[in-house]
């Protein structure tokens, strides 16, 4: 089982930047999708981006998230980034760490897909 802390969230001006960090611990699955997925109230969860497990493929991300944010990996630390730039207030929203044995094509799409997850950090931008 996969256990994943994440960290980084908090308060930003609409242009700004936050980093968000998760901890990968536990048994990770050998193949599939690492990834984040965000929730705003009263909305559904939505995919964010998305890097494949022992993958040299292309990161995933959502339409309304690319070219301003950035997911990364650092397998030597166990650890998850998403770098979010020029944030804009339809970002704000609980951010969930998530993994899957799916590939990152289906679950950016269905995060539904994403079988394990974290507690979550909580993003908000201010216009």
């Known amino acids: 089982q996969v256990q994943l802390v994440e960290s980084g969230g908090g308060s930003a001006q609409a242009g700004g930047s936050l980093n968000l960090t998760c901890i990968v611990s536990?048994?990770?699955?050998?193949?599939?999708?690492m990834g984040w997925f965000r929730q705003a109230p009263g909305k559904k969860p939505q995919g964010v981006a998305g890097i494949g497990i022992g993958s040299d493929g292309s990161p995933i991300y959502a339409p309304s998230v690319k070219d301003r944010f950035t997911i990364s990996q650092d397998n030597a630390k166990n650890t998850l980034y998403l770098q979010m730039n020029n944030l804009i207030p339809e970002d704000t929203a609980m951010y969930y760490c998530?993994?899957?044995?799916?590939?990152?094509?289906?679950?950016?799409?269905?995060?539904?897909?994403?079988?394990?997850r974290g507690q979550g950090t909580q993003v908000t931008v201010a216009s």
């Open positions: 536990g048994h990770p699955y050998s193949s599939g999708c």
């Open positions: 998530a993994a899957s044995p799916l590939d990152c094509v289906v679950v950016v799409v269905a995060p539904q897909g994403f079988g394990s």
